[in-house]
Nanobody, 116 residues
Framework: QVQLVESGGGLVQPGGSLRLSCAAS????????MRWYRQAPGKERELVAH????????TYAPSVRGRFTISRDNSKNMMYLQMNGLNSDDTAVYYC?????????WGQGTQVTVSS
């Protein structure tokens, strides 16, 4: 059974940091590109960061570049998103996504709320 389980979300003050994790199971993790998406209330889901299957290629949305860092550990079937310098615009549900040719999977999401 394919599963992507996000964790690490929560309430954080502006300027603070969080580290999100995505635990993958039920598929050949190392063959998949991985992505973090987020969706704020009333807004469309947006791509935050992408990492290739080997980790060699990484891209970020302009809004998070320089503040967020995506990484993965293929030996543990895990993906991470280190988020620093958080602000209210980062408040959203964050989803991990596994992608390969012809198929993809989604996690259930983890809430990140940035507020004083």
């Amino acid at each position: 059974q394919v599963q992507l389980v996000e964790s690490g979300g929560g309430l954080v003050q502006p300027g603070g940091s969080l580290r999100l994790s995505c635990a993958a199971s039920g598929f050949t993790f190392w063959m998949y590109s991985m992505r973090w998406y987020r969706q704020a209330p009333g807004k469309e889901r947006e791509l935050v960061a992408h990492i290739s299957s080997t980790g060699a290629d990484i891209t970020y949305a302009p809004s998070v570049r320089g503040r967020f860092t995506i990484s993965r550990d293929n030996s543990k079937n895990m993906m991470y998103l280190q988020m620093n310098g958080l602000n209210s615009d980062d408040t959203a549900v964050y989803y991990c996504n596994a992608l390969t040719i012809g198929t993809g999977f989604w996690g259930q999401g983890t809430q990140v709320t940035v507020s004083s």
